[in-house]
């Protein structure tokens, strides 16, 4: 199943790929640094990064922004609130919150793919207020709770 994202392509994006999957079981496009020449991201800091894109998402779908694998393994680079969210009514530009939780600085230059954008649906919910939750084995347990 394929579902078309529409597109704007701003001024410095210009030039850059278009979101696209690295190969065909991909299940996330990359996305690319619109910055006009690089950044330099320090250990221990947070940057937004534009991409160059305003979208429109299809109601009933988000885009779930997530960090890359290869930023997470080899700089310890992650998408701070990950993942990101860009709903279906949003029209702003698409940043990526990137957070260096490395020990080394990261030059991040233009064109360079900095996160994937997942299309997920989105399910409605509603909310009924009740005395009582149906018991389950697991009960109150929480972090920590299974020994791991």
Known sequence: METEILLRVLEHGNGLPLPSRATPGSSGVDLYAAVK???????GSVMLVPTGLKVCIPEGFEWQIRPRSGYALKYGVTVLNTPGTIDSDYR???KVIL????RESLVIKRGDRIAQAVLAPVVKQSFR???RLPETARGEGGFG???G
Request: proline fraction near 5%.
């Open 99 to 102: 957070a260096n939780l490395g």
């Open 129 to 131: 207020v009740v005395d």
């Open 145 to 147: 709770h299974s020994g």
């Open 92 to 94: 702003g530009e698409v």
């Open 37 to 43: 020449d690089h950044l330099i991201l320090e250990p």
